[in-house]
């Protein structure tokens, strides 16, 4: 099985930059897809980004977050730059164990989650 710990989240204001941590156990997190997905309050949980043998992103924070994976660290990055209100929310990383060759971005394709770490943008 894999188990996540994501750390990073905080209180920042607009257009400063947080770098979200989500460190595995288990397989090697280079034999799986991981997904970054956040949860606004009132909102749906909705995906972010993910890292297979591609990367993709939500249009939402494409151009401003980047998805990077340190295999010796068994760790995935979230960098996000020039963070805005609405980027608000709740972040949790995701393990999808069927290794696609484009991360998925439905939520229900992923089987072990993160507790999630807050992320809180003021104006």
């Known amino acids: 099985q894999v188990q996540l710990v994501e750390s990073g989240g905080g209180l920042v204001q607009a257009g400063d930059s947080l770098r979200l941590s989500c460190e595995a156990s288990?397989?090697?997190?280079?034999?799986?897809?991981v997904g970054w997905f956040r949860q606004a309050p009132g909102k749906e949980r909705e995906f972010v980004a993910g890292?297979?043998?591609?990367?993709r992103y939500a249009d939402s924070v494409l151009g401003r977050f980047t998805i990077s994976r340190d295999n010796a660290k068994n760790t995935v990055y979230l960098w996000m730059n020039s963070l805005k209100p609405e980027d608000t929310a709740v972040y949790y990383c995701?393990?999808?164990?069927?290794?696609?060759?484009?991360?998925?971005?439905?939520?229900?394709?992923?089987?072990?989650w993160g507790q999630g770490t807050q992320v809180t943008v003021s104006s």
């Open positions: 995701a393990a999808d164990l069927q290794f696609t060759d484009v991360p998925r971005p439905n939520e229900n394709e992923y089987d072990y």
């Open positions: 288990g397989p090697k997190i280079n034999s799986y897809n």
């Open positions: 890292i297979s043998f591609n990367i």
